[in-house]
């Protein structure tokens, strides 16, 4: 029997762990540091009835929890030929292949929800209308909207100033398209994040990135990387850069995956993969671990 092609997905700033991550040694050392740093998430990541919803504090909390599961599956025997993230997922791709360590990334993630959250700014999904539409009607407004997310050919998410956004909203659903506003309080993956971009760059710089254990699928330039010097330059443009999910959907079956797992809190990604990329099978982190689906 051929083995499995598996790739790792991490996904971004969306829906918050609905439960503590795994318990182990290496999450409760990344817990403690976050709170080293002035972060009162210990009490966040434990009470999931009363998730963080600032940036500051879902970003770390997100991507401890991506961690943690990415370490369970792997003590599961279940390990990734690829990985590839979504927007803060890039971090918790990075860590998983080795090219940074989790206290590395965490450092990271915590000045990056922090200088994120002072943008002020918003973000919608556009469903049901073409990219080249989506586009058209950023053109139209101007350079403080902008397509930040490719998820599929009918599936992107505009990002800028509150009011633009809103404008945008309106035309699109005038074009037949159905919009959703997101739960984000910045511009994220907008040119609006040029100066927090710039601020987290010396802490980028400052690090030593190393070969990837496995190739990394950079959701900044949608193609398949092995080299470490790429991957710190592409992670200097990651915060305005668009996400381009579908091209990384793409390379990952030209690479012959054939199995995916989103390691992190939720199905999005595995919602948006069964849709576009039927050829793969996707899983939820629980269903990978329990062996369902």
């Known amino acids: 029997m051929t083995k499995e092609r598996t790739a790792f997905l991490f996904p971004g700033q969306g829906r918050l762990p609905a439960a503590p991550p795994p318990d182990s040694a290496l999450t409760a050392r990344l817990i403690a540091r976050a709170e080293q740093a002035g972060l009162a998430l210990r009490d966040a990541v434990a009470d999931a009835g009363v998730p963080p919803v600032r940036t500051s504090l879902a ?68 469903l049901n209308l073409p990219l080249a539409d989506v586009e ?52 994220f993956h907008s040119p609006l994040m040029a100066d927090a971009a710039a601020r987290l760059a010396p802490a980028i710089l400052s690090l030593t990135f190393r070969s990837p254990s496995v190739p990394v699928v ?23 850069s668009r996400v381009r999910f579908g091209d990384v959907l793409l390379r990952l079956a030209e690479e012959g995956v054939t199995a995916a797992v989103e390691v992190g809190p939720e199905d999005t990604l595995t919602g948006i993969g069964r849709r576009a990329a039927p050829g793969i099978r996707f899983r939820t982190f629980e269903e990978a671990l329990h062996g369902t689906v």
């Open 136 to 187: 058209r009607i950023c053109a139209e407004l101007g350079p403080e909207v902008v397509v930040a997310n490719e998820n599929g050919p009918t599936q992107t998410v505009v990002s800028g100033r509150e009011d633009v956004v809103r404008e945008a909203a309106r035309r699109a659903e005038a074009s037949g398209a159905r919009v959703i506003p997101l739960k984000v309080a910045g511009p």
């Open 59 to 126: 970003q770390p909390v997100i991507l401890i929890d991506e961690l943690g599961k990415d370490e369970a599956l792997k003590r599961s025997g279940l390990t990734p030929d690829l990985v590839a993230g979504h927007s803060l997922g890039e971090f918790a791709a990075l860590a998983s292949a080795g090219v940074l360590t989790p206290d590395e990334v965490l450092d990271l993630v915590i000045l990056r929800g922090r200088l994120m959250e002072e943008v002020h700014g918003t973000m919608a999904a556009v």
């Open 218 to 240: 950079s959701a900044v330039s949608g193609r398949v990387e092995r080299d470490a010097e790429r991957l710190k330059s592409l992670l200097l443009t990651q915060m305005t």
